[in-house]
């Protein structure tokens, strides 16, 4: 089993940054690709970005592009989101996921992950 706690979420202002993080508990963590979601109210929840095992690919929701940044640290079982030029469409839960079945894919679909988060919020204000 494998337990994820996102950390780093709070409100700020339309173009701030924000860093979140994702702890991942067990020793298989390098050998998982890991995503990033959110989920607005009302909406579903939705791809931001992925990243494979070694961290070489990553991929990016468009409307995230250019903004965000996905990165990992297998020594410390530790998955980032750093966002940046914050707008108010931002506002949303953010849930750390892993795949822990296709190490080097980068799923995009909340199916094709196998462990989730509790989610951090993360709100923007105009």
């Known amino acids: 089993q494998v337990q994820l706690v996102e950390s780093g979420g709070g409100l700020v202002q339309a173009g701030d940054s924000l860093r979140l993080s994702c702890a991942a508990s067990?020793?298989?963590?390098?050998?998982?690709?890991m995503g990033w979601f959110r989920q607005a109210p009302g909406k579903e929840r939705d791809i931001v970005a992925a990243?494979?095992?070694?961290?070489?690919?990553?991929y990016y929701a468009d409307s995230v592009k250019g903004r965000f940044t996905i990165s990992r640290d297998n020594a410390k079982n530790m998955v980032y989101l750093q966002m940046n030029s914050l707008k108010p469409d931002d506002t949303a839960i953010y849930y750390c996921?892993?795949?822990?079945?296709?190490?080097?894919?980068?799923?995009?679909?909340?199916?094709?992950?196998?462990?989730w988060g509790q989610g951090t919020q993360v709100t923007v204000s105009s």
């Open positions: 996921a892993a795949d822990a079945r296709r190490g080097w894919y980068l799923a995009v679909s909340r199916r094709e992950y196998d462990y």
């Open positions: 990243i494979n095992w070694t961290g070489s690919n990553t």
């Open positions: 067990g020793r298989a963590f390098s050998s998982y690709a």
